[in-house]
T-cell receptor, first 113, second 110 residues
Framework: DGGITQSPKYLFRKEGQNVTLSCEQN?????MYWYRQDPGQGLRLIYY???????QKGDIAEGYSVSREKKESFPLTVTSAQKNPTAFYLC????????????FGSGTRLTVV | ELKVEQNPLFLSMQEGKNYTIYCNYS?????LYWYRQDPGKSLESLFV?????AVKQEGRLMASLDTKARLSTLHITAAVHDLSATYFC??????????FGQGTRLTINP
């Protein structure tokens, strides 16, 4: 079955550490996105990529980095520069130009300990 | 900058009642999406509205889009407990970016 797989489901980070969240899709979608969700709030865009080897900052990119070396994969690194990383992170993908909306992964809940 | 606002943000209602969630957005867009999120879960796509006057229905939920008024509504008919969730609208900005509303947390009581 086609879909988006995020791993791990839960992640704990010590202060000062970098951590990488995985996002893989087998939908053959061109575009991929990372969103952050804080408790009781909406989703805010971190980074997005419409083609391989290219990506753009979203609204809250500071303290995060991404790569897009393969169409299927769009990992997100939460760096030590991100001062408040505890949140729920959602990856999504879409076909560019078709207006069919996004398909979301199941999410990764990151907690700083 | 595109802003998307939903109201109400919290809604508690009884089973069997009808209610409407509103989604206003600040700049022109002809694509609007509704999603459902259960606690601790991901987002589930409900409706894709692609043109002015579009109306979609699925079970007890009906969504509509008025691009001239920059307004979408999600109407709940004869609510049942299973519809308790948080509902988000989202509007396309530029080529592909989705901007989300704050979400409406809906609680349906027996």
């Amino acid at each position: 079955d086609g879909g988006i797989t995020q791993s791990p489901k839960y992640l704990f980070r010590k202060e000062g550490q970098n951590v990488t969240l995985s996002c893989e899709q087998n939908l053959n979608h061109d575009a991929m996105y990372w969103y952050r969700q804080d408790p009781g709030q909406g989703l805010r865009l971190i980074y997005y990529s419409q083609i391989v080897n290219d990506f753009q900052k979203g609204d809250i990119a500071e303290g995060y980095s991404v790569s897009r070396e393969k169409k299927e994969s769009f990992p997100l690194t939460v760096t030590s520069a991100q001062k408040n990383p505890t949140a729920f992170y959602l990856c999504a993908s879409s076909i560019v130009g078709q207006g069919l909306g996004y398909t979301f992964g199941s999410g990764t809940r990151l907690t700083v300990v | 900058e595109l802003k998307v606002e939903q109201n109400p943000l919290f809604l508690s209602m009884q089973e069997g009642k009808n209610y409407t969630i509103y989604c206003n957005y600040s700049t022109t867009s002809d694509r609007l999406y509704w999603y459902r999120q259960d606690p601790g879960k991901s987002l589930e796509s409900l409706f894709v509205l692609l043109s002015n006057g579009a109306v979609k229905q699925e079970g007890r939920l009906m969504a509509s889009l008025d691009t001239k008024a920059r307004l979408s509504t999600l109407h709940i008919t004869a609510a049942v407990h299973d519809l308790s969730a948080t509902y988000f609208c989202a509007v396309v900005q530029g080529a592909q970016k989705l901007v989300f509303g704050q979400g409406t947390r809906l609680t349906i009581n027996p």
